[in-house]
């Protein structure tokens, strides 16, 4: 076995205990392979694992590895990281779903481009109020989610987060709850978040993707 592939048993064993601890099904947790700054070869051998969803947080990246692996069938990209306009493109060809959105000038342009397949999207919510994070207040989510649910080429989905890092469980606990309240007051069913560090913790709180990197491919330089 790969080490990639031992690595991703490992986790999913993981989310499965999560899982059961929740009293969930094991299938309303979706787990996003994150592989950015990774190379295609390890992406592939997480897809010979079975692995078929993969986060990448680069829109040149993701371009160049979708191409580069344009031959596993099934293999759904989601793209994770804040987009900027010009590179909306990249996204739009391949992506799966997009979970960082919270421009509404990058979310027209996403509707334009994928007028005839809607792509799934997950609003990104600041729920550590960090000045230099990217995502929405949760003041300013309702105005924002009425003008993307009303653009054609996209589907809300969910909510996002990224908190900031803690040590203090009982911390992060509260901002996953943070968000599962959030999307539950805007009738969103999805909640993506919990990584590497807290991704059992998330499932206990809700979530429905969680996006884990380093535990699946090792430290990124
Ligand atoms: C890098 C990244 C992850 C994965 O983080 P790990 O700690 O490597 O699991 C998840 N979500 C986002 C938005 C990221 O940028």
Redesign the pocket.
């Known amino acids: 076995m790969s080490e990639v592939a031992e690595r991703l048993s490992q986790i999913r064993t993981r989310v499965a205990a999560a899982c059961a601890r929740a009293g969930r099904p094991v299938e309303s947790v979706t787990l996003v392979a ?1 592989s ?1 700054l990774k190379p295609a070869a390890l992406i592939r051998e997480a897809y010979e694992a079975g692995q078929r969803d993969f ?1 990448e ?1 680069y829109a040149q990246e993701l371009r160049d590895k979708a191409a580069e692996l344009a031959g596993l069938e099934g293999l759904r990209w989601h793209s ?2 804040p987009l900027q306009t010009n590179k909306v493109k990249y996204v739009t060809k391949v992506a799966h779903a997009f ?2 959105l919270d421009r509404l000038e990058v979310a027209q342009e996403l509707s334009k481009r994928r007028a005839d397949a809607p792509l799934a999207c997950y609003a990104e919510v600041n729920v550590g109020g960090e000045q230099t994070k990217s995502g929405l207040q949760p003041e300013a989510l309702g105005p924002f989610l009425e003008a993307v649910r009303a653009l054609p080429g996209l589907r809300m989905e969910g909510l996002m987060a ?1 908190p900031p890092p803690t040590e203090n469980l009982e911390q992060a606990r509260g901002y996953f709850r943070q968000l599962r309240e959030l999307a539950r007051a805007h009738g969103l069913a999805g909640l993506s978040m919990g ?3 807290d991704f059992e913790l998330a499932i206990e709180e809700g979530a429905t993707l969680v ?5 699946i491919f090792g430290e ?1 330089s």
Do not use: Q
């Open positions: 994150v950015k986060g947080n994770i990281g979970h960082a990224l990584t590497t560090h996006r884990v990197g380093t535990a990124r």
